[in-house]
T-cell receptor, first 115, second 110 residues
Framework: EAQVTQNPRYLITVTGKKLTVTCSQN?????MSWYRQDPGLGLRQIYY???????DKGDVPEGYKVSRKEKRNFPLILESPSPNQTSLYFC??????????????FGQGTRLTVV | RKEVEQDPGPFNVPEGATVAFNCTYS??????FFWYRQDCRKEPKLLMS???SGNEDGRFTAQLNRASQYISLLIRDSKLSDSATYLC???????????FGTGTRLQVFP
């Protein structure tokens, strides 16, 4: 079954404690991205990756890091989380957008609370 | 101005009604258009792609108007299960990302 798997689904952490949210896809997609979703603001892209070892900033990258060492995995790292990073996070994968009509597949989301 | 704009709603309609949403986009170079559906606190899922000639999938019809830079979604014979948020999504050849609207919330009541 084609899927994007995120873990954990729910996380409560304290300010400053480093955390990683994992994302894995089994569709051999080149393109992966991370979004955060906040009420009234919709989905905003944090970082994206067009292929292994190729990553770039999205619209709201501050406070986040990513890596793409393997095609299937694209972890999101918060080195020093702050309360304003409390949000619902989605990982997505797709064939490269803009080059052809393509569908984005989303993980189930990670609800992060930073206290 | 936002790159993709949608009326947030909510649109409250009775079962069986026909409802339509519009979405405007600002980048005239946009090439690919989609409607996604998102249920409360769940991940977005593709509802349908929007082609230049328009397309229909059962009770759902999507249209593209390039001249006025908007896409539309028409839902006929609304069901309770259609209650969700509908996201308009746009991409273009000159950007490497999908641009999401903030969504239009639909609530279908009995």
């Amino acid at each position: 079954e084609a899927q994007v798997t995120q873990n954990p689904r729910y996380l409560i952490t304290v300010t400053g404690k480093k955390l990683t949210v994992t994302c894995s896809q089994n569709m051999n997609h080149e393109y992966m991205s991370w979004y955060r979703q906040d009420p009234g603001l919709g989905l905003r892209q944090i970082y994206y990756s067009m292929n292994v070892e190729v990553t770039d900033k999205g619209d709201v990258p501050e406070g986040y890091k990513v890596s793409r060492k393997e095609k299937r995995n694209f972890p999101l790292i918060l080195e020093s989380p702050s309360p304003n990073q409390t949000s619902l996070y989605f990982c997505a994968s797709s064939l490269r957008p803009g080059s052809m009509i393509t569908e984005a597949f989303f993980g189930q989301g990670t609800r992060l609370t930073v206290v | 101005r936002k790159e993709v704009e949608q009326d947030p709603g909510p649109f409250n309609v009775p079962e069986g009604a026909t409802v339509a949403f519009n979405c405007t986009y600002s980048n005239s170079a946009s090439q690919s258009f989609f409607w996604y559906r998102q249920d409360c606190r769940k991940e977005p899922k593709l509802l349908m792609s929007v082609y230049s000639s328009g397309n229909e999938d059962g009770r759902f019809t999507a249209q593209l108007n390039r001249a006025s830079q908007y896409i539309s979604l028409l839902i006929r014979d609304s069901k309770l299960s259609d209650s969700a948020t509908y996201l308009c999504v746009v991409s273009s050849y000159n950007t490497d990302k999908l641009i999401f609207g903030t969504g239009t919330r639909l609530q279908v009541f009995p």
